[in-house]
């Protein structure tokens, strides 16, 4: 059974960071291309960013970029998604998935859910003053 654990949401305030970790419990990480997704109440689910095997290759939404940075830690089985001058819409619940090519191969953030091999539980991002 492929299992991700999110892990890093909280409260933060507009302008302020968080780091997210997406860690991988009993298969490795190594051969996975990683999307980060996110869900606002009352919206539809979106792709924020997503990092492929190697981590040679990152696609960011247009919402994010400049903002977010995704990165990968293999010997860590581990995947972040640091979230840097956060706004009020950067509020939800944020999701790691994982998938293989040719299915997912972040040529793009979004990705049909059926081209996915896992998704982790959430971790709640909130934006407050």
């Known amino acids: 059974q492929l299992q991700l654990v999110e892990s890093g949401g909280g409260l933060v305030q507009p302008g302020g960071s968080l780091r997210l970790s997406c860690a991988a419990a009993?298969?490795?990480?190594?051969?996975?291309?990683i999307g980060w997704f996110r869900q606002a109440p009352g919206k539809e689910r979106e792709g924020v960013s997503c990092i492929s095997s190697s981590g040679g290759n990152t696609k960011y939404a247009d919402s994010v970029k400049g903002r977010f940075t995704i990165s990968r830690d293999n010997a860590k089985n581990t995947v972040y998604l640091q979230l840097n001058n956060v706004r009020p819409e950067d509020a939800a619940e944020y999701y790691c998935a994982i998938g293989r090519p040719p299915y997912y191969d972040c040529s793009a953030v979004y990705v049909p859910a059926g081209a996915l091999d896992a998704w982790g539980q959430g971790t709640l991002v909130t934006v407050s003053s």
């Open positions: 009993g298969f490795t990480l190594d051969y996975y291309v």
